[in-house]
């Protein structure tokens, strides 16, 4: 089938777009609000784009609460501080996790509804998830602003945390202990990394010897 975009709603492209670009990571960023308040919501519209500067990429929809405010508390509390932390999930975050993206009522914590437990950061004022087996520490290096009150945010990464079971002093990390999930086809579905597969990168020479191997079954 072959559709054009700029004849779909933003509603049935998101469909389309989410139920292609799987499995996405998940991005569970902290925040702080203007009142000192700790805010974590996930975003699997997330990756990394670049290790030199180290920068990721989060996009935020515009609010459609009704609490009056045009741009989600994530989106407000980056601009307004220029810090935020992305925080890796893993299998045994995924219920909390999908808490954090619950509309509480102005004033309750997704930390505590969750039972998340705040890491004070190395280099920015926002804490961390100590649950976490990854989390970044950003500041923010640019905003794209976008029609319907929706954000590019990109932010330098300018520290790392690892869980400690999941790294060694080579800095090789092995991807079972971080056990991270991704978000699938909306709703409410994920996978687990832990189905996986290699194939080795080839010199010229390799990929004609392969081809050949090949060839033959
Ligand atoms: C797994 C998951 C992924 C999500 N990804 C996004 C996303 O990429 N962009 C977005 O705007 N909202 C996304 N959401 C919805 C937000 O998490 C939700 O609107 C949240 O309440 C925003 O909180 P905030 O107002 O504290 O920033 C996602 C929700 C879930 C459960």
């Known amino acids: 089938m072959d559709i054009a975009a700029l004849e779909l709603s933003p509603d049935r492209i998101y469909k389309l777009l989410v139920s292609t670009v ?76 999908v808490a954090c993206a619950i509309d509480f009522p102005a004033g309750v914590s997704e930390f505590d509804q969750a039972g998340f437990t705040p890491r004070p950061s190395k280099q920015v004022a926002v804490p961390g998830i100590a649950e976490s087996p990854v989390s970044f520490e950003c500041r923010l290096f640019s905003t794209v602003s976008l029609p319907f009150n929706r954000s590019l945010v990109t932010g330098e990464i300018v520290h790392l945390h690892v869980a400690d079971s999941a790294i060694d002093d080579k800095l090789h990390v092995d991807p079972d202990a971080l056990d991270l999930i991704g978000r699938m086809h909306g709703g409410g579905w994920y996978t687990r990394t832990r189905d996986r597969f290699e194939v080795a990168r080839m010199t010229p020479a390799e990929w004609q010897a392969r081809k050949r191997q090949v060839g033959d079954k």
């Not at 960023?29 to 974590?40: C, H, I, K, P, Q």
């Not at 990429?57 to 009056?68: F, T, Y």
Request: net charge neutral; proline share 8%; no cysteine.
């Open 22 to 97: 799987m499995p996405r990571p998940i991005a569970l960023v902290s925040t702080l609000n203007e009142d000192g308040g700790l805010n974590a919501a996930p975003f699997s519209f997330f990756n990394v784009f670049s290790n030199a500067p180290p920068l990721l990429v989060v996009g935020i929809e515009g609010n459609k609460r009704a609490d009056g405010q045009s741009h989600k508390d994530t989106a407000r509390n980056i601009i307004a501080r220029g810090e935020f932390v992305v925080n890796l999930v893993s299998y045994a975050m995924a219920l909390p996790m």
